[in-house]
Structure formats: structure tokens, C-alpha cells
């Protein structure tokens, strides 16, 4: 944390870095994002088309029932959308959860709420290389994939380290190709679909022959992979004009776009997926490019692959890429990780150590999980969920029990209902997610206690320094 300004340069600051300056920080990073630069961050963050990737482990997941398990998680997500805009305007701060979190609670739940979204941070660049590298070796499998995997991590560190106005225009473009490339594939459903070569369904939304709520949110912890952009917002409250309520009002707008094209989309493919299913591999990993390639055509399919893995998937590692390098810069701010990590570039305004470490951990996690792409999915989720779990519970304290709110809804029934709902599905993940997600947070325990304690016996130490008679 920076040293506190005086009240008079507090009171000449724009009302957004005046709030940042009352919460004890000063504006390092550029100021230089509109509501629709923040939108679109967190719809190329978010992906158009991330089901793609996954929609065939999901569909064999839930027994076909994919529209129902993508539209539930959009509704959980709802709850969160609301705890995360609420905590915007609170603390506008780039730490998103791990500041909300910190400074509505303890240091010590903050820090602990970072380490678990810093699982999902860390695991998720790697997810995304992976699926891309899968997408390109099914359309050239003489090339290895970690090949492929080298190319992505390189080419997003080299664009994210020439800082955020290069990556903001990059993904304006990708988002608009990818738009492009669902309009038509929508466009060709509904054709195909009046051309008698599949019928409309419920299906998708209601299977009574599999319908479990345990199925539907066993697969839930899946389709959040797609959801977890709130805290990639939430990243850009420094950054962003107007700070905490522009990020706010970019977080609602954000999510009801793509709930819509979530379940629009996997609804429309479900509908063309064989009567006797999925067979596991292959074709589960590469089900959604299957599907194309048969409604419109095979060109199509091998255009549908190279925009999803070179325009969908890197565009959102190149924000997922930022984005991490934004919560290990806030954690090092505040000295619970190494300090050296804060350092910004002054001529990018990047944070660009932290963006070398997070390039160096994705390439080390891609290489040796090629080919792992459930498990993955299922261990980035799991810090997620923990995170916004946490996050819940500190708007109950900080709102509901400390502010004695009478905001009925956001901040009591919403947080409680949000906690219900994510508490379940994170119960509902597999084993190994568990295993490797409690281990996580335990060694996080660990190291929160020891870097909390050093801190205090320093900030003691120089108390007593600073309390000692100076020699005559």
C-alpha cells in the first residue's frame, strides 16, 4: 500500500482515483479504458465461444442436458455478479476479490481468497493454451503439441508486455471475428433445423431419462469455466474511467450477453449431436467442430477450428495472461507476495515481472498437462468458486452484519443464496479437483499465517524503533 496523501491533494483527484487515494493507494497504473473497452475485456475474457471446447465433455457430463447445466450456471452467477458490483463501487481497487475480501473482512480471509483465485489464475492460461494446441493438432497432428503450446504462451507475453492499449485493440477484433463466426453458425442451425435435418427440442434443457440435480451440478463446476470473467473485470478498476462504477455496471451488462449466447449456442448444437451419442476422445474433445462441419460444411469446420483456437482461445489468453499479472501485481503491492512483483514498466504501464513469472508457470503446466483437459477444467473452477464463495461472505459482514443493511436482497438474501448455490457444485467436483484444490488452500493457510505474522512483527519492530528517544 502507498504512503497516504494529504487531504488536500485527495480532494483535487478525479472522484475515481480520490476514492482509490481514501483506501490508502495511489494511481499507478493508466486510466485509460471506457465502459465499452471494459465490456468488451470481459466478453473476449469471458469467450463468445468458450463452449466450443468443452461442450462435448459437458454434454456427456449431463446426459445431453447441456442448455440446462449452462443456464443454471449463468443464474449462480447472477448471485456473484451482484456481490462483485457491489464491492466495485466499495473498493475500486485491481486486487478484485482478494481486495474486496481483505479489506471488508481480514487480511488474513484476503489473503486466502487471492491464493484460491490465484489457482484459477494460474491454472487457466495453462487450460487455454492446452485446448488450443488440441484444437490446431486436429487439423495438423504432425505437428506436437507442445509445439503449439510454446507458440501461444511466446506470442500473448510478447503482445501483454507492449502494455494495455495493445491488447485492447487486438481483442476488439477478435471479438467482432468471433461474433461473426457464431452469427453464421446460428444463422446455419436454423436453417438446417427448417430443412427437416433436426427438429427443435426440450432435450437440451430437460432429459427425464438422466435429469439428477446432482448430474446437472456435478457438470456445473464445467460450464463455470465459462462464467468466471467477474474477476477479470474487477482487474480493471485502476484502469478503467470512472473506476469502481464504470467496472460495476460493465460486470451486469457482461453477464447477461453471455448467458444468452452461452445458451443459445450449446442449445442449437445439442439439437445435432447422433442419437447414440459421443463417443469418449476424439470425438467428445472436438463434438462442437463435428457439429459445424456437418451443418454448414467441411471448410467451415476447419475455419470454425482456427477461429477457435487462434481468435477465441488466444484472445482470451492474452487477457487471462493480463489479468493474472494484475492480482500477483495487487498481492505484491501489499507485500504478500514478493515486493519485486509490483514493479510496473513506465513506458507500458505494465506490470511486466509478473507477467514473465505467470508466462514461465503456463508453459511449465501446458507442457506437462497436455491432453488433461476435464481435469484441468474442473481444478481452475474450484479456486474460482472458492474465491466467490469468500467473496459472499464478505458482503455479509461488511454490509449486512457491520452496515446493518437494509438492502434485503444484495446483501442478504443474494450472498446467502450465492453461497448455497457455489457451496453445491464446488461439493460436486471430482475427486482429484478436490484433492489437488484443499491441498491448495491448506498450503495457502500456511503461507498466509507466516506472511502475516512477519508483518506483524516488522510493523511491531518499527513501532518500537520509531517510539525509542533519539540519542542526544
Known amino acids: 500500500m502507498s504512503e497516504q496523501q494529504s487531504p488536500e491533494s485527495v480532494q483535487a483527484l478525479d472522484p475515481a482515483d480520490q476514492k482509490l487515494a481514501e483506501l490508502g493507494y495511489s494511481q499507478e497504473l493508466k486510466r485509460t479504458m471506457s465502459l465499452l473497452d471494459v465490456v468488451v475485456f470481459g466478453l473476449i475474457f469471458m469467450v463468445p465461444m468458450a463452449p466450443v471446447a468443452v461442450f462435448g465433455v459437458i454434454f456427456s457430463y449431463s446426459g445431453g442436458m447441456v442448455a440446462l447445466v449452462y443456464l443454471v450456471a449463468g443464474l449462480a452467477m447472477v448471485f456473484s455478479a451482484l456481490s462483485y458490483q457491489t464491492m466495485a463501487k466499495e473498493f475500486p481497487v485491481a486486487g478484485s476479490v482478494y481486495s474486496y475480501v481483505r479489506m471488508s473482512t481480514s487480511k488474513f480471509l484476503g489473503f486466502i481468497a487471492g ?87 426440450l432435450s437440451p434443457f430437460y432429459n427425464p431419462e438422466y435429469f439428477s440435480s446432482a448430474i446437472v451440478f456435478g457438470a456445473i463446476p464445467l460450464a463455470a469455466l465459462s462464467y468466471v470473467g467477474f474477476d477479470a473485470i474487477a482487474t480493471l478498476n485502476e484502469e478503467a474511467k470512472g473506476g469502481g462504477r464504470t467496472v460495476s455496471r460493465a460486470t451486469i451488462i457482461v453477464l447477461v450477453l ?119 477444467t474442473t481444478m481452475v473452477t474450484f479456486g474460482a468458486l472458492t474465491a466467490y464463495i469468500l467473496l459472499h461472505v464478505a458482503v455479509l459482514i461488511h454490509f449486512g452484519f457491520r452496515g446493518r443493511s437494509r438492502s434485503i436482497f444484495v446483501h442478504w438474501v443474494s ?43 516488522e510493523s511491531a519492530e518499527s513501532r518500537v524503533s520509531s517510539d525509542a528517544p533519539s540519542a542526544v
Open 258 to 376: 453471455v448467458i444468452v449466447m452461452f445458451v443459445a449456442q450449446v442449445y442449437l448444437a445439442a439439437l445435432f449431436v447422433p442419437t447414440e451419442g459421443l463417443q469418449p476422445g476424439v470425438d467428445t474433445n472436438n463434438a462442437f467442430y463435428d457439429i459445424v462441419g456437418v451443418i454448414v460444411s467441411p471448410w467451415f469446420k476447419a475455419l470454425f477450428v482456427l477461429l477457435g483456437a487462434f481468435v477465441s482461445i488466444f484472445a482470451n489468453l492474452l487477457v487471462s495472461h493480463a489479468t493474472t499479472s494484475k492480482l500477483v501485481f495487487a498481492m505484491a503491492r501489499d507485500r504478500q507476495l514478493p515486493h519485486g512483483l509490483a514493479k510496473i514498466n513506465p513506458r507500458t504501464g505494465a506490470p511486466s515481472r509478473s507477467m514473465l513469472l505467470i508466462s514461465a508457470i503456463t508453459l511449465v503446466i501446458s507442457i506437462l498437462a497436455l491432453g488433461n483437459i476435464e481435469l484441468l
Open 115 to 201: 491464493w484460491a483465485i490465484l489457482l484459477d489464475y494460474l491454472l487457466l492460461p495453462a487450460l487455454l493454451t492446452i485446448l488450443g494446441a488440441s484444437a490446431l493438432t486436429s487439423i495438423a497432428p504432425e505437428v506436437p503439441g507442445w509445439v503449439w503450446v510454446v507458440a501461444f504462451v511466446v506470442a500473448a507475453s510478447i503482445f501483454n508486455l507492449r502494455g494495455l492499449s495493445m491488447t485492447k485493440k487486438l481483442t476488439l477484433v477478435f471479438l467482432g471475428i468471433q461474433l461473426v463466426a457464431l452469427v453464421v453458425f446460428v444463422v446455419a442451425a436454423l436453417l438446417a433445423i427448417s430443412q427437416g435435418r433436426a427438429t427443435f427440442s
Open 415 to 457: 450472498p446467502v443464496v450465492g453461497i448455497l448455490v457455489l457451496g453445491y457444485a464446488l461439493w460436486s467436483t471430482n475427486d482429484i479437483a478436490k484433492i489437488v484444490g484443499v491441498s491448495w488452500l491448506v498450503v495457502g493457510t500456511i503461507v498466509g499465517w507466516v506472511v502475516l505474522s512477519r508483518a506483524r512483527r
